[in-house]
């Protein structure tokens, strides 16, 4: 069974930090999606990374996957405040998606 | 990436009742994804809804409780029956498609539906 991890659960972080979310899955896959969820709100889609090594940007958010070690990072770069959010990592198995359990990330200034 | 429109967006509902949940895609899609998020909680897939056949429901979740309809290729419905306060939560839609200007096949959501349960 695919089970999807995120670390960590919750993050508190100083405006103009770096920081990295892990996503770790239990079993080989070739797709892994990045979303970003606002209070309330549905699920925006950030990266879908398809390939080992594969490596995305966007603004101040990149993200990478790793399959031989069934990991991907989501690298949050001098952050500001419109990026709090939940951040969710899901894992393609099986024509459906696992999620892991979400990141809250909060920026303070 | 296909466009989806669900409704309601909200609703509030007296325990033992049922509520209907549409979600209308722009365009023609093979699967289409139910899932359910508890407060605070991730994403939990309730079922894949493919037109022509029954639903395929994950461990946990019986067609009784959550009868799925699938008409066409546009389009499904997600009824919560027999409700009780355990089953306030966003429930959401979702289709596999292809983005055919990046080439990615992509997982794409509806807006939601916030159920409250009374």
């Known amino acids: 069974e695919l089970k999807v991890e995120q670390n960590p659960l919750f993050l508190s972080m100083q405006e103009g930090k770096n920081y990295t979310i892990y996503c770790n899955y239990s079993?080989?896959?070739?797709?892994l999606y990045w979303y970003r969820q606002d209070p309330g709100k549905s699920l925006e889609s950030l990266f879908v990374l398809l390939s080992n090594g594969a490596v995305k940007q966007e603004g101040r958010l990149m993200a990478s996957l790793d399959t031989k070690a069934r990991l991907s990072t989501l690298h949050i770069t001098a952050a500001v405040h419109d990026l709090s959010a939940t951040y969710f990592c899901?894992?393609?198995?099986?024509?459906?998606?696992?999620f892991g359990q979400g990141t809250r990330l909060t920026i303070n200034p | 990436s296909a466009v989806i429109s669900q409704k309601p967006s909200r609703d509030i509902c007296q325990r033992g009742t049922s509520l209907t949940i549409q979600c209308q895609v722009d365009?023609?899609?093979?699967?289409m994804f139910w899932y359910r998020q508890q407060p605070g909680q991730s994403l939990t897939l309730i079922a894949t809804a493919n037109q022509g056949s029954e639903a395929t429901y994950e461990s946990g979740f019986v067609i009784d409780k959550f009868p799925i309809s699938r008409p066409n290729l546009t389009f499904s419905t997600l009824t919560v029956s027999n409700m009780s306060p355990e089953d306030s939560s966003i429930y959401l839609c979702?289709?596999?498609?292809?983005?055919?200007?990046?080439?990615?096949?992509?997982?794409?959501f509806g807006s939601g539906t916030r159920l409250t349960v009374v």
């Open positions: 979702s289709v596999h498609d292809r983005d055919s200007h990046l080439a990615n096949y992509g997982y794409t």
């Open positions: 079993t080989t896959s070739d797709r």
């Open positions: 899901a894992v393609a198995g099986a024509q459906k998606l696992v």
């Open positions: 365009s023609q899609v093979t699967m």
